[in-house]
């Protein structure tokens, strides 16, 4: 475990815009790591939508996200990068929740600011609750990680709210309590984007948001400027619905679908990523 969180500072601390999509269960999970990227976003939002079918307004527990850490990281060996809200409550509950994902797998484990019950970052209506409240939930969630490889990421919700200046100074005031990397979520101007490595030193992540609040970006800018993530939280899972639509679209009015590749993943290569001919070697060797 500590190799893959050893691995995924070095790659934060290199700063050169690692592109980072969702997860939001271990079949997405294989997909991102065959198709060669370096990390993987255990994403609330895409746990939420797709497990529960709701929006992303506080519905996911901690239970929930844990049991799908798990669960992701025995299918990839990929870094993790696990979404854990606002810690589910206090800065003892904070304290809790990053027992329960380092055991479950995470090599980073991202917290955030906000009110609870929490919303999508890029919803309206969204409140932070105070500095100082932020700031020792921060504290406790350093104070919790027993390998100290375990990254610790700190968001702040604060621009939508109360400005670009303020959620600056919070992320600096998570920075001094120990956060080793700072995500300013929402910003609405590419000179703000363009501002934030500037101003703060600790590594950052930025949050491309298909559809969202923060213009979309290219990777290689953000790379140049000196970010150490680039995250397409939901890339993949508004990718599958799209897939969904389009595959169940075709067989509602043409009552049949064959096998083909424009609509459908081919069924061997459906087994392939998720390990049939492992599990057949197994077979082999245990009959």
């Not at 592109?19 to 939001?24: D, I, K, R, T, W």
């Not at 929006?55 to 299918?75: E, K, S, V, Y």
């Not at 917290?111 to 105070?130: M, N, T, W, Y």
Request: hydrophobic share 45%; proline share 4%; charged share 25%.
């Amino acid at each position: 475990m500590s190799s893959t969180r050893k691995t995924l500072r070095a790659l934060v601390e290199a700063r050169r815009g690692l592109l980072v999509p969702g997860a939001f269960n271990a079949l997405s999970a294989q997909v991102i790591e065959d198709l060669g990227f370096e990390a993987i976003y255990v994403t609330g939002a895409g746990v939420t939508n797709m497990w529960f079918g709701l929006p992303d307004q506080g519905f996911m527990g901690l239970a929930d996200i844990a049991d799908h850490t798990a669960r992701i990281r025995d299918a990839v060996e990929l870094p993790l990068i696990v979404d854990a809200d606002t810690g589910f409550g206090n800065a003892l509950n904070v304290y809790h929740a990053v027992r329960t994902l380092e055991r479950a797998g995470a090599d980073c484990i991202q917290l955030e600011d906000q009110v609870a019950p929490k919303r999508c970052g890029h919803f309206s209506g969204k409140e932070v609750i105070s500095t100082e409240e932020a700031v020792s939930k921060i504290k406790a969630a350093v104070d919790a990680r027993r390998d100290p490889d375990l990254l610790i990421m700190a968001r702040t919700d604060a621009c939508a709210t109360q400005g670009f200046e303020a959620a600056i100074e919070r992320a600096q005031r998570f920075a001094e309590a120990g956060a080793d990397l700072l995500f300013v979520e929402a910003v609405t101007q590419p000179e703000q984007i363009r501002a934030l490595p500037k101003r703060l030193s600790t590594p950052q992540l930025m949050n491309m948001v298909i559809g969202g609040k923060t213009p979309i970006t290219d990777a290689e800018e953000l790379q140049q400027l000196g970010y150490g993530i680039v995250l397409y939280a939901n890339a993949a899972l508004q990718g599958a619905v799209a897939g969904m639509q389009k595959a169940l679209g075709v067989l509602k009015t043409q009552r049949r679908i064959d096998e083909d590749p424009a609509l459908v993943v081919p069924f061997a290569e459906r087994q392939r990523l998720v390990g049939k001919p492992t599990w057949d070697e197994l077979e082999r060797r245990y009959t």
